[in-house]
Each structure stands twice: as structure tokens, then as C-alpha cells.
């Protein structure tokens, strides 16, 4: 079965979507769970899930642009 599947190097396999579009949607996330905050729940457990998963989104795009700057990441 092996033997029967094209050999294919890895830069061949690039995620179809863009850069662009996935740091644009995780922008997109951050504003939704923070305007989730003020929805129509009672007691303080659910902001602090919505508020820390945005946080977490929002280091995880911060330490991309740093990778990015110095250059250990490349796009």
C-alpha cells in the first residue's frame, strides 16, 4: 500500500488557508467571547472562562507577531 502513494516533500503540504485570514479570525473570536460577556448568565464562572479564552487567543497571536519580528518563525 505504501508503495502506491506519490512521494511529496513537505512544503507541499501547506494549509489551504491563509495566514492572513486565521489571525483575522482569531481577531474576530477574541471580540466575540468578550461581547459574550455580557450576555444573559447570572453569577461570575462563565466571564472568567470567556475572558481567560480570549486572553489565551490574544498571547497566542502576540507571541506569533514577536516569532515573526525576530525572525524564528517564518510564514
Known sequence: MAGDEPVTSPDQHRPTISKRLA??????????????????????VENI?????????????????VLRKSGLKSD
Open 23 to 44: 489571525r483575522l479570525g482569531a481577531v474576530v473570536t477574541i471580540v466575540a467571547l468578550l461581547l459574550m460577556v455580557a450576555g444573559n448568565h447570572e453569577g461570575n
Open 49 to 65: 472562562f470567556l475572558i481567560a479564552t480570549a486572553a489565551l487567543i490574544f498571547v497566542m497571536l502576540v507571541a506569533d507577531v
